[in-house]
């Protein structure tokens, strides 16, 4: 027979992230546990809501069936004393728990063994349940664990009652070192504000007792219902919900019987930085802001009233008939953090941006490295290499100069200081209103971005390079210190930060030499902080390696095949290469998957790695891109030299040039000499007897291979 298990595991109310975590848990443990003990079942549903984790599994069988198995013995030859069982066959049978006249004899690659047939009778599923409850709820894991009362139970929030049923049936688990110990039973609970449960009869009807109760308990079904209303009730306002799916998950894990409500802010406040009434409605008090429909995306935007609605939504997780209880008494709550902000924002506009700056010189950067002032002119000093590496006209210099100088006042501002979340949008705010120009203001507003995997670079040339300088002397400053991110251990996000230069060079398409770069500010470093003892080379190698891990990663996040990947910037690439153009590494590498698609990659690596496969015989520098000054025309002793000689020579030019495309199409071109010089009727032997001859044919081939090996390592590319 079959039978419906349930199990629920209610408690005080769970953070939301922990729920979303543990039904993930859940899920993969108790089906991995069912399958381990032989418990054949149905639908496995995992669900639940900030006082419960429901676990309910469809047809689960009474009992495992029965296990049958062969188990291998010691050999014939040590088992049997003449032809009855000796004490080796005796000791197997024993443990085996047969007689040891039922014992078998087998061949097998080692030479024939006894084998004896088992069976194993299968246990009771409520018996398997029982002992494997305990160890679900033990196994799950999260942050900020806790006991409660004088008992030993660990998790993330009391644990009040359990519901254990198998069909009408009670799973018996105790819960012993809980205070007060729990026990499973037949009683569950609503909503906290209905009244108690029934004892439910079975395992099918907790689902609709719960729903009687109050309480949505299918996850699924309430982000539904979220969804749906929060959809409906900005259109019925004439906005648009500017609701995260991080707030959305986090909306629906934190109510049991959700209800979208409408609430207003209050005139005044709206006078507001839009940016700091959406901070505080989704990051402090999880409500969902309205924006107006025609709204523009201007980070610079100084009031809210041209960007978002006075109405806003929350969910509740109250009774209907409160709803107006629960609306005015969020709403005070709102008017109080924006009353704070209101202050905030006038206390800061009555000190100028400069002020601000100098007071940076009163808070520490990090041990070692002064305070966040000098770190304000370690960034002007980046900002002017970066200026003379890129070319950047008076104009923007300008800018982004001003903008290095500025980038940080914000920091020690009341409203930064509350809102971290704000840090560089409002210092380009505060900038804005002071006058400054706007390519400066929205240059601080933006050098923060990306902040993350997925957003956006800045939009402007001036917060760009104003990002760049920012991310170059975070990594400059704490890699001269001496700390590396280490496995999961990176405290200060310098990865995230390798990963900003290298998208927004990608972005701007900015030709910057990275590894140049490096040596220089390793240099400055150095003499900057002797106490630090800095070795500029090592330091400069070991930011160029950081670079390239970032450039690799980022290359397979975007979806680049592995080993194209590792053609541009793998085995047999040097810093230098790859980091003196990143840009230039990606144009190689899209050009790579182009040829692919294309189905012309294949044609141009048969080409090349038969080249190289014999070059590597010789000793020509790998940086010899012209056959004229390494190959003597006076050494050929077949036309076949002379024709891949000028194949080689149409090349040179484009590999001079990085021409890729013009060097892929070349290389195609050159298959022809190419056979003819290995395989045609004038063919010839590279590996010749006299070494003057041997050694022009195996130059011919290694120019081949370094023209080849300016586009990509062909040999890092699978066949």
């Known amino acids: 027979m079959a039978n419906t298990f349930l199990l629920e595991i209610g408690t005080e109310e769970l953070p939301a992230d922990f729920v979303r975590s543990a039904l993930e848990q859940l899920e993969r443990r108790v089906r991995s546990d069912l399958k381990e003990l032989r418990l054949d079942h149905g639908a496995?549903?995992?669900?639940?809501?900030?006082?419960?984790?429901?676990?309910?599994?469809r047809d689960l069988i009474d009992a495992q069936p029965d296990l049958e198995e062969d188990r291998k013995g010691p050999p014939v030859s040590q088992a049997l004393v003449d032809g009855q069982p000796g004490p080796a066959a005796i000791g197997f049978a024993k443990r085996c728990g047969v007689d040891p006249q039922e014992l078998e004899a087998r061949d097998t690659p080692k030479g024939p063994c006894l084998f004896a047939r088992v069976c194993t009778p299968g246990q009771d599923s409520c018996a398997?349940?029982?002992?494997?409850?305990?160890?679900?709820?033990?196994?799950?894991?999260?942050?900020?664990?806790?006991?409660?009362?004088?008992?030993?139970?660990?998790?993330?929030?009391?644990?009040?009652?359990?519901?254990?049923?198998?069909?009408?049936?009670?799973?018996?688990?105790?819960?012993?070192?809980?205070?007060?110990?729990?026990?499973?039973?037949?009683?569950s609970r609503g909503h906290r504000l209905h009244q108690e449960l029934d004892?439910?009869?079975?395992?099918?009807?907790?689902?609709?007792?719960?729903?009687?109760?109050?309480?949505?308990?299918?996850?699924?079904?309430?982000?539904?219902?979220?969804?749906?209303?929060?959809?409906?009730?900005?259109?019925?306002?004439?906005?648009?919900?500017?609701?995260?799916?991080?707030?959305?998950?986090?909306?629906?894990?934190?109510?049991?019987?959700?209800?979208v409500l409408k609430g207003e802010i209050a005139d005044r406040y709206l006078d507001l930085p839009p940016e700091v009434i959406v901070t505080v409605m989704q990051s402090h008090q999880r409500y969902v802001p309205l924006k107006r429909l025609e709204a523009s995306a201007d980070p610079l935007q100084l009031e809210a009233r041209s960007v978002l609605l006075s109405d806003y939504l929350l969910v509740s997780n109250g009774l209907p008939d409160a709803s107006s209880t629960i609306v005015s008494g969020n709403q005070r709550v709102l008017g109080a953090r924006l009353a704070d902000a209101e202050f905030f924002l006038t206390v800061d506009r009555r000190q100028p941006c400069e002020d601000r700056r100098q007071a940076l010189d009163r808070v520490t950067f990090a041990e070692g490295l002064g305070s966040l002032l000098d770190r304000s002119e370690r960034i002007r000093w980046v900002m002017d290499q970066l200026v003379e590496a890129l070319n950047i006209n008076n104009t923007l210099a300008g800018h982004a100069r001003r903008a290095a100088h500025l980038c940080k006042h914000d920091l020690v501002s009341q409203m930064v200081g509350e809102f971290p979340e704000l840090q560089g949008l409002m210092g380009g705010k505060y900038l804005l209103e002071e006058g400054e120009p706007r390519e400066v203001a929205l240059a601080v507003a933006e050098h923060y971005q990306p902040a993350g995997a997925g957003e956006a670079p800045p939009s402007s040339d001036a917060g760009a390079l104003l990002a760049l300088a920012e991310r170059l002397e975070l990594l400059f400053s704490i890699f001269a210190k001496g700390e590396r991110p280490t496995g999961s251990s990176d405290p200060y996000a310098l990865r995230r930060a390798g990963n900003g230069i290298v998208q927004i060079l990608w972005d701007r398409g900015w030709r910057?030499?990275?590894?140049?770069?490096?040596?220089?500010?390793?240099?400055?470093?150095?003499?900057?902080?002797?106490?630090?003892?800095?070795?500029?080379?090592?330091?400069?190698?070991?930011?160029?390696?950081?670079?390239?891990?970032?450039?690799?990663?980022?290359?397979?996040?975007?979806?680049?095949p592995i080993d194209l990947v590792q053609a541009v910037s793998g085995e047999g690439v040097t810093n230098e290469r790859l980091l003196q153009d990143p840009?230039?590494?990606?144009?190689?590498?899209?050009?790579?998957?182009?040829?692919?698609v294309t189905g012309?990659?294949?044609?141009?690596?048969?080409?090349?790695?038969?080249?190289?496969?014999?070059?590597?015989?010789?000793d020509l520098p790998a940086t010899q891109l012209t056959p004229a000054e390494v190959v003597d025309a006076g050494l050929f002793d077949s036309p076949s030299e002379?024709?891949?000689?000028?194949?080689?020579?149409s090349l040179s030019p484009l590999a001079e040039a990085c021409d890729y495309g013009g060097l892929a199409a070349g290389l195609q071109a050159a298959a022809v000499a190419l056979e003819a010089f290995f395989d045609g009727e004038q063919s010839v032997m590279v590996?010749?007897?006299?070494?003057?001859v041997r050694r022009n044919r195996l130059n011919l081939l290694g120019v081949l291979r370094n023209q080849a090996s300016v586009l990509a390592r062909f040999d890092n590319i699978q066949a």
Do not use: N
């Open 44 to 57: 496995l549903t995992v669900t639940g809501t900030p006082r419960r984790l429901l676990v309910e599994v």
């Open 128 to 187: 398997l349940l029982q002992s494997c409850i305990p160890q679900w709820i033990d196994g799950l894991q999260g942050r900020r664990f806790m006991r409660w009362g004088s008992g030993e139970q660990r998790f993330s929030r009391p644990v009040r009652w359990l519901v254990a049923l198998l069909g009408d049936a009670v799973v018996p688990v105790t819960l012993a070192s809980s205070d007060p110990v729990v026990h499973s039973g037949r009683r």
């Open 199 to 259: 004892e439910i009869r079975s395992a099918e009807e907790l689902r609709s007792q719960l729903a009687a109760a109050g309480v949505v308990v299918d996850r699924q079904e309430r982000a539904e219902s979220i969804r749906s209303s929060i959809a409906d009730q900005a259109v019925a306002c004439g906005g648009e919900a500017d609701c995260p799916q991080g707030l959305f998950e986090e909306l629906v894990d934190l109510v049991e019987a959700p209800r």
């Open 512 to 560: 910057l030499p990275l590894q140049t770069l490096f040596s220089q500010a390793a240099s400055h470093w150095a003499e900057r902080f002797p106490a630090f003892q800095v070795e500029a080379t090592s330091l400069a190698d070991d930011l160029g390696q950081l670079l390239r891990q970032r450039m690799v990663s980022q290359f397979e996040e975007d979806g680049f």
């Open 583 to 596: 840009v230039d590494a990606r144009e190689r590498l899209l050009l790579l998957r182009q040829l692919r």
């Open 600 to 618: 012309q990659l294949q044609a141009v690596q048969a080409v090349v790695q038969r080249a190289a496969r014999l070059a590597e015989k010789g």
């Open 642 to 649: 002379a024709g891949l000689m000028a194949a080689l020579e």
């Open 687 to 692: 590996m010749a007897d006299d070494a003057s």
